[in-house]
């Protein structure tokens, strides 16, 4: 059974550090609903009602279109070893960019990277805990090294290059906010 909660608690955040990874939930006024598996090194809970995460450079960009048109934010995380859970946080989001006041404080919270899109500043207005009793068992073996193989092969300009290219607009082509 659902369980709704104002705030993170110590429980929720220690779920949420146990998990490989997570998935971000966004929709425009219209068009798709946009649904991303996230992992790496790019999350930090700084509270009870606050998360944030790097956005890396990716094959699309519909978070940030998204937010540019409705400020709302689902994450989630669900366990696949041997505790069931899904834990959700609803709530609003900034989007910075590089250069932006503020991105060098929570840059500094993460490994660097070379193509890191964004900073996700979420402010969390409900968390609810589901059971996830249906969620198969899976075993993590490890982070993929395609994203660091495919940054050491570009160089900056050519990243900022592809962020125009490929994730400028969202796939209903819409304005991603992106600086190039």
Known sequence: MA?????????????????????VGTA?????????????DSLRVLGPNRVVWMNLTGSGNETAGHLLQVNRMTL???????????LRTYGTARCLHVGNEGWDDLAGLFPSHRSA?????QSIEMVQTSCGYAVPFMEFQSDRDTMQKWVD?????EIRSYWMERNGQTIDGKPTGVPF
């Open 3 to 23: 369980k709704q909660f104002p705030q993170l608690d110590d429980a929720h955040q220690k779920f949420i550090e146990e998990q490989h990874m997570f998935f």
């Open 76 to 86: 989630m995380w669900c366990s696949f070893t041997t505790r069931p859970m899904i």
């Open 28 to 40: 425009g006024t219209e068009g798709r609903v946009n649904i991303s598996p996230k992992g790496m």
């Open 117 to 121: 899109r964004q900073i996700y500043d």
């Open 153 to 157: 092969g570009k160089s900056d300009e």
